[in-house]
Structure formats: C-alpha cells, structure tokens
C-alpha cells in the first residue's frame, strides 16, 4: 500500500503513521514530495483493508499496490490453465460452444433442442432446473425433475452438461447430474455458495455479476481456487449501466483485460449481453474476436412460448447458421470451432 | 401490459398478436394510432415476462403496465406497516436507531459497545457473526463465537440484536440468538435465503443490492412477504455508480420513492452509503430529513483497529454527538429518536 | 504519481523508468517492496497524464498523488467562500433559495411567479430563456424575449436572476440581462463556454454533470477560476446511474464531499435531482440537512401547462409550504432561511 | 403515448384526463383493465414531455410509444445511408479506417504519422488541433497552427482529415481544413454546437457522450440532421460505468442496436473504448465483427511523448499489424479494408 498523507501534516503525525504500520508487522518507507508525503507500506497488504489507514490523524488516503487475489492472478501462474471436461479442452485452441434452453421444461423440449445443438455443433448442453427469478411467482425451474431430463438428454447425444446451482445445500444433488456446476451472476458473491463448490472437483461456470467489477469476479473465483477447486472457468455475461435499449451493456473489454489478468479461460454469454436474440449472433462473432475461449448461447425450439428468457434465445435453425458465421470468425484469429 | 406494434406492422400480424395473447388467456384490445398501432392485454400480466411478445412477428416491443410486486405495493395495503421488535415500533413516529460493529470480535468490544450506544440512546444492537467478505483472505466472522457473544450483550443492555444470515443452511440457528434477521445487499437475490426467512417469523431487515432497482428490492421483499412473513423492513444503504469519491452513492432518492410505493418501514445506512466516518453525520440527517424510518449505524471502540469496515465506523463519542444532532432533525419534521 | 513497477520487472526497467522520470524534470525514489517496487514521482504532476508512465517497460499502472486542481481545492484556500449577488451572500450562515420556472414562458407567467416566490421567501429568481433540449422538436426557449421578461420581473420584485447561457457568443449578452450566469449539466464540460464565463465577473451556477464526477467538476470549477473568476458555486442536481424509478439520483453524499473538498459554496437542486414534484420537499430537506448552502427549485404557476419540466415543478401554494418545513430543518442545523 | 391510470383512478379522473388530451390536439382512446386503466393517445406525441401528464389527478404514468426521433431512424428511411468523403464510401462493403494522433504536436510528428498510417491503409487521416481537456492545466490544443499542420499532411499524403471543432464559433474554421467535422464525446448534447454544424454541408463525425444513452446520439444526430445536413456518421467510443479497469466500457451492443435503429453509418473507436493500447486491437477485430462501418484508431510516433492520450496510441508497426488482423476479420464478416 501507498499511504497519501494530508497537504498539510505534521512531522509527528507522519511519525505516527510509520509507528502504526509497523506495529502492524509491515515495514514503512517514507518518500517526502513537494506538497505531500506519501509513506510506502512494505509486507502482503491482502488481508487488510487499506481504508483502515484513512482513519490515522494526517492521512489523506490510501491507495492499494498489489492485487488482491493472487491463485487467480497471471502473475503468479503464466501459463493458461486448461479445464478438461469430459475430453473437451476449454481454455486452448477450440472456441467451446455451450447452447441449450434457459430452463429445462419438458422432455421433449429438452431432447429436441440437445439434437438440434448436437447437430449444429455444439459441445455442451446447458439448461436451468433451478432458477433464480427475480418474481416468486414466475416459473421457479422443475428442480430435480430437471435434472433428471437434463441427465437424460446428455447420455441420449453424449453431451456433458452445465446447469445452475444455487443453495450451498443442493450442491452435492446437482454434482451428481452435471459435469459443470453454473455459479449465476446474482450469486457471484453468494460466499457460502462458492466455498461449497471450492470444495467438490467439479468444474465451475463462475458468472460475473451484473453488478461486479472485474476485480470482484477474480476475488469470487480466488474463493473457488482457495478452497482446493482449480477448474473455474469465468463468463462475462453483461453488465448493468445506464443504458436501456439493451438488457445489459456486454462487457467486451473483460474479454481482453481477463485474458491479461488472470490463466483462467473467459466464456461469454451473448443471451444474457443484450437480451435480444437478433443481437446474439453479432455479440457472439465479436466475443470469439476479442479473444473468448467459449460461448454459452440459449437456444429454444419455441422462443415465443418459453418459459423464461425466449427473447433471447434462438431457434435452433438461427442457432445452426449462428454457428457458420461464429466459425469464420474463429478461424480469422487462428482459433477453431 | 402494451403491445407496440411496429410502424409496418400487417393487418395480419396484428391480428395473429391478438390471437396469441387471447391464446395466454388475456383479453387483447388494439388502438389504432397515426404510425403505430398499440395493444393492450387485459388479465393478470404479472407471472408472464413481456419481452416474450417482442418474438412475434410485426411487434416492436411491450411495456408492463401492471407493478410486478402486489404483497409490497403500497396500492393493495395502504396504511403503513409497523414491525414490532421486543415492543420497540417500527415504522412508525419513532425513528428508530440500530448501532453497532461490523463484526462481532471480542466480548470486550462487544459489552464496550453496547454499553456506549445504549447510553447515547440506540435501540437495537447490530454486529456481524458471519461476514460477507469480499476476499477469502480476509476476516470472515467468529461465527457460533459471535453469536453468542451477540447474546450475551443483548442480554446484559436488554436491546434486541440485528445480524446478517447468508445461508439457508444457518436460518434456524441465527434465529435463536437474533431478534432481526439481516439480508445483506450482496444476498438480495439469493432466492434460497429469501424463502428460508420468509418461512420464519423472525422480522427480517432487508437490505438494498449495490446495483438493484428499487423494483427489484420490492420483488425480493415480496418473496419474503409471499412465503409467510409479514415483518419485512427495507434498508437503503448506497448503491454503486461510477463515482468514486465516496465508496456507494447513498441513494437519498429511494426513501420518499420507497414510502410513495410500498407500506413497509425504510431503514437507512449512512455508514455503508458513504464508507467514510465523516459523512456519516451529514447522511443521517439527511435521511431522516427525507422521511427514515430508522437508521442503522457502524460503532467501534476503536475503529483504527476495527477488523472490518473501521474508515466507516464511528467512535462511541461521535456516535453520541450525531444522535443529538439528528434528534434535531428528527423533531423539525415532527418525528421523535 | 506513484508508479507501480510489474511483479516481474527486471533491474534495468526500473533504472529507465527512473531515468525517464528525471528526464522529464521530476525526482525518482524507488521504494523496494517484497512483490513489487514502486517509483515515487517528486514535483508538480498535474499537467501530466499518469497514464502515459505505463506505455514505459515494467509498468504496471501510474496511481495520482495530488489532487489535479489546486484553486479550487480547500487545502489551498481552507475558509469557506462567500459568493455576493446582489448583497445576499451565499455560502454563509443563510440557506440562499432560488427559485422560479424552468422556462421563461410568457409576461404573466414571469410576474405570477416571481410574485410568489418573493412571498414565500425565495431570495433569487430563476428562470431559461436559452433551454438545451433533448429533442429539435422541442420548444427551445425564447431568446432575447424570454431575458427580457426576466429582466422585468427581476425589477419589478427586486429579485436578482439566475439564467443559463448555453454558447460562449450568448455569455457577454446573457450578463446584460442576468446577476447570476447559469452554466447546465450537459455543458460541464464544455470548455470553451467555461472559458468565456471565466473571463467575466459574474457570478456563476455551475451544475455538475449527469455522468461526472465530483473530481470532474471541481476541474471544470478550475478552468473557470483558472481564467480570473473567482465567483464560482457549484450545483449538485442528480446524477445518472441504473435506477430509473426517479429521473436523476440525487448525490446526498455530493454535498459533504463537497464541502470537504473545497471552499465553493454547494447548491443543491432537487426539482432535476428527483424529476417528480412529490419528491422534492423531502429532498430539499434532506440536501440542507446535509449541509447545502442553497436550493434551486422549479416552480410554475400550472405545471401541467408548463412547455418544460411540468412533472418536476411545484406550483407556488406547495413551494410555500415546502420553503416552511426546510426552514424548520435549516434551524435545526444551525442556518436559517 | 399510453397514460397508465392509478389503481383506484376514478371515473371523473378518467374523463378529466382524456378531456386534457383532446384540449391538446390528441385523440383519446381508453383501454379498460382489470386492475388499470390505461389511455392510448394519438398523435404526433413527439414534441410533448409525456411526463406532463403524471401531474393530472389520478395518473400513475406516461410512456412513449413513439421514437422520438424520425429523420435518424431507419423506420422512415430503411436503406443504409451512405456518406461520401472525398471518393471514400462510408456506410457500405468497405470498412473504413480513421487514424493519427490524437492532438497534432509537431510538424515531423503529423507528416511521420501520416505517412505510416497511409502505408498501413488507413484512409483518413485524425488529429486534434482544439483539445477539450479536462484540466484547464493540459495541452490545450496548437489551434490554428495545428489545423495548418494537418492540411499540409492531408495534402502530402492525399488523405482527407477528420479533426474535432468545439465552438459554434470555430466551425466555418475548421470547416476550412476538414473534410470531416467531429464532435466529441463532451460535446454531444452541446446544441449550439449542434445547430452549426448542421448548417454545413460538410460530414459530421458525432461521437456518442460518455453519459449518453443510444436514443441520445440519435437525438443528437435528429438535431445536425434536422438542421439540413444529411451527413452524419456516429461514434461508439465507450461509455462511463462502474468498472475502472478499463478507461471506458466499449458498448459493443451499441453497434448492432444501432444498425436496427438507423440507416446512419456506425464507426468505431477502441483507443477511446478502452483506454489501454494493449486492449485496442481486439476490440477493433470484435466491433468490426459485429458490424461496425469503420474504425477510429489513435496512432503515434512515440506514445510515451504524447501531449494526449499517449496510453492508448498505437505506435506505427503496432497499428499495421493490428489492420491485418481487422482485415483478417473484415472478410469473415464479408466485408472488406
């Protein structure tokens, strides 16, 4: 940490400033500028709150030097991590494309859209059979009748699955159905969530919040990696701004800056973005451009009569020709589908 | 809901719109204007999501017309709601004040605390067992140890206690010791937590997400209300925007808009609406002020030393000389503290 | 500035960095940290871009020290500024109200209102007659007329004006007619406007913009004093954020910011801060309870006639007894109205 | 418009409310509900405020149904606008690429740039000659001397020049020397600015504003356009969230909301978007993958010299290395460089 201390601070209050931050374990640098002084904090600042110095007579403010995650970081493991899944490599030359329905419905939804995506090319079948909705009285998913017809459909057209799990509880039912356990953007912070899924060997989905900074999405993936779980791969899905034509502002810059920060593979979600199926396919040939590892695309055989989320998603013939223009784009940066 | 039709819009996709909704089981009636025809659907739209209607052919878009929540809504109750806490009214002429650390950490800091917000008049304790932490390396809550640290600080100033539950998993247990359950706003759409206290009859103290609408509060006091519990209490405490000078944007707006819309007591938190000690004072006033129902306040003995959120937390002293200073203010709009 | 080196920078980086540093005219001092070594810069900052150190190898990002504006700041200039218009003084003891339509209207419509607001008490009077409007459809303002009208309603109740000026070509006609020159939101930023009001002696309103911050718009408060004038207030009149259950989020926490950050008096709007008329007595209550130094408030005889803002206008009986219960909070903060 | 009538709305309120809407001009049409009352408006809504009529007794709420907007929108104009710069097609196969410094500081540093972005194929050369600064204490811009600078550059290389124009003052200036207007990001709601360059007839380049919604550029583009120059590209350079780890959020959504929305020719500006030079090449390929018309790159000699915006130029090599791989994209898009 670098400490600011006020324009016009005393000797002694500096002095005291260096006796607390050393009382404290850390060493104390001072550097005397022109108009201010600013104290250089030495030691692993992480687990303390930098605001805390604020609070010192003759501090102006603090700032933080290091990251605050660290398994997460680029820094501390270069390379790229590869999550293996079921044989597939996410995070590596492919371009991973998870489709399927918002919610799991019927059997036959279910079993006619994992064909359709199987057939245009898809490698993994998504589907929510718990759902957080922001009504309670909208449709609530069909729970673990849900799983039970997702787990149907991936051994029907050998297609692992990635569904939702949102109760620390359901964490070990919901393993037993899918290969990747979803972590949904309102429970990206939801910490007994993430530490009951650090602690299985599943594969996790880790979707951003659409509240959360950058930073926020590698300290809830730090949770996952520090309790024993290495295989996170992370998926900007939209943020929430001031803007409203769309249904959330698509991050594509978290695309680029993910890829620099941190080893884990970035997955985007072009449903979530925009909230409209006819700006899905644009999204989705701009992620793989901007350097996305996968997509996850919600697909319906009857957009119109879903239960959830049908504006957004696409027909499977949509979704085939999706697929076409998405692969073009994936060879022009040197990357496969 | 309205359906707008697009400016080409058919004759026959009007048409077809209309058969669809009538299909839903809504009655449809068309306005013909000079460029757009509108239709209006008839019924009970709130279980259905309009963006549903943007897939058929010929529609621009639909906007609701009906507000989303009806448990919550000031129009279906339009008296103000009380919460009763150990014979201490909220919600009423009192404004009620919660004070307290962020989190529970020693038996000293605790009983110190208590002892200094009782004298300078607070009505309710609060303090953290469990903590939502942002980092996984930092201070996460004694837990139990807290609880019944909690406990016995109630017990010996005789003030009921507020604390924050974030797991299904923990309801039955925090009930024991707490007399007011607390929603943190990193929880506000955790569905699962939200049905747990609403099968309790514990008073719950909702608080506001950093980036939730105040739509969005109402739905997720709604799902407490609509699984049984009637002692639901909002919290305004700051949401996020791009300004950084202070660490939320207290939304002072959201008090007289919450008190137009709903019937359920608004708790306000201007340590968490500010993040700094000292805007805390002003922000007090200002909410009661703009018509709170109560505030609730971060206090340490010593909050250099504080294990979490110290910059925000206020000296017992200073605790006291604000309280005077909003009782002023309480009174100039003929409300008591 | 404080530079932060990269985890892995290597000696040589350090040494360039150091010497580009001093090639520029600053001081280096290195402090040698156990993950990263951070440079401190020693001299003026302000006229350079911090960002541009990390285009140097081995940077991995450049962190301000001082505060880029100096004329505005409160450390350079601790007492309060006391802005005279007129002989009232604002930034004192006494809340300054202003008050008026959001248009300049008609002759009737003018004398009506200034007749009234004298007689609540309103100290200035308010009013467009050069209107930035979001549509070309929309009524523009009346010029020349509507100053001209102001300028009559001004004499006739010995009410100094506040009027916006929107290009630099209008500033040396606007202060003919005005005592108080109004600079709107969406042109906070516009610099070749706050150079042209810089170089008059007039008082003037500066609002902060919808999107900026407050660091923002205490520069754009220096580029004004920069050019010679020193009669600056500022405007806090709600900011744009997600929510959008009121037109603009009022900043509360703006006001003591503010009145930290700086010696310029603080005035705060509540008729755009909120955009509904119910709102704004408990906002304008709330924003002297914070600590503002005045209101600027819209009031029109017939509201709902109003060409401009009718939705956030009181009509003259509400202003009334709106200017009755702030004043009972003024004295309960120790200002009177 | 549609007026969402209160839930225990009267009878005589109805009657009023529609009486005030055929006094204005408008035929009423009710729509009977069964919670709600709703009434159809109809008419030309777009010079009126629908806000005003929230002020009648017993309404909840006014919502447009019309895009207030008309010349922009491609409802009245469906085919793709194409604007023509001196034998350069903007708006149709070609992507077209804009690049230079951002300010003009030397003449070797504009005939060094010129000459390489011209040997990289680019096909218009920028440049800022008046800088807006956020900091009265920043490089300011070289003015004349720059426009002079530009032009000679211009003629060398036989490249036009796009360069920003900040005054209604400057406009016949500048207009002297560009062959491309630009109004910048600051400027977008700046309407005397607006009004003057829509008296030109030369093309506009309208960057969108970092607080601007989509609907916004289009009213902005509604006032060049409606002042008779038909010539109007637009700008997608990033908008201002809460996310800092970037200089600006690229809405990359905006480009095909945009293309929906209007015929007018969209480009793109990652240096702006992103604010990181690391981060402009991916997001050049990813807005050129989902349909961008053209691209508007920072490029400098020696980016850690730079007067401006040094951390997100492209030096030279970087910048035609970057245009192979856009191009890459172009064709998979079916466009082409």
Same mark, same amino acid.
């Given at each position: ?25 850390? #060493?104390?640098? /001072? ?38 995650? #660290?398994?997460?970081? %680029? ?8 999550? #293996? ?54 449709? &609530? ?8 017809? @997702? ?8 297609? /692992? ?8 509880? $359901? ?17 990206? &912070?939801?910490?007994? @969530? ?10 996790? @989905?880790?979707?951003?919040? @659409? ?28 943020? %929430? ?5 769309? %249904?959330?502002?698509? $991050? ?6 993910? #890829? ?9 979600? /072009? ?10 396919? /644009? ?28 504006? &957004? ?10 697929? &076409?223009?998405? %692969? ?10």
């Amino acid at each position: 940490m670098v400490i600011v201390m006020k324009h016009h601070a005393t000797r002694e209050e500096i002095q005291d400033v260096m006796a607390h931050i050393e009382s404290m374990g850390f #060493k104390a640098h /001072p550097v005397y500028g022109e108009e201010r002084t600013i104290i250089g904090v030495i030691g692993d600042e992480r687990p303390v709150e930098p605001e805390v110095f604020d609070l010192l007579p003759g501090v102006e403010r603090t700032m933080r030097v290091l990251k605050p995650y #660290k398994l997460a970081s %680029r820094d501390f493991h270069p390379d790229d991590s590869i999550v #293996k899944i079921n044989g597939i490599s996410v995070g590596g030359e492919q371009v991973v494309v998870m489709a399927g329905p918002c919610s799991v419905e019927t059997r036959e939804q279910m079993m006619e859209t994992a064909a359709a995506v199987k057939a245009a090319g898809a490698h993994i079948l998504r589907g929510g059979a718990f759902k957080p909705r922001t009504s309670p009285y909208a449709f &609530q998913g069909l729970g673990l009748k849900g799983l039970e017809l @997702l787990k149907e459909a991936r051994d029907a057209f050998n297609l /692992p699955v990635v569904t939702e799990v949102m109760s620390p509880n $359901d964490v070990i039912l919901v393993a037993q159905y899918a290969d990747v356990l979803q972590i949904g953007a309102r429970n990206m &912070q939801n910490f007994a @969530l993430l530490h009951a899924v650090g602690e299985t060997q599943k594969p996790v @989905l880790l979707k951003r919040g @659409l509240m959360s900074t950058i930073e926020e999405l590698l300290m809830a993936a730090e949770y996952i990696l520090s309790h024993g779980n290495q295989r996170v791969m992370l998926c900007e899905r939209g943020i %929430r701004t001031f803007e409203t034509a769309t %249904r959330n502002t698509f $991050d594509i810059n978290a695309i680029p800056a993910l #890829k620099a920060l941190t080893h884990l593979p970035v997955i985007a979600d /072009p449903s979530h973005g925009t909230g409209k199926w006819e700006y899905v396919t /644009p999204i989705a040939r701009a992620a793989v451009a901007a350097g996305a590892d996968g997509l996850i695309i919600e697909v319906h055989p009857d957009p119109a009569s879903a239960l959830s989320d049908g504006a &957004q998603s696409l027909k499977p013939e949509k979704f085939a020709s999706m697929l &076409q223009e998405v %692969r073009r784009v994936a060879e022009a940066v040197n990357r496969k589908i």
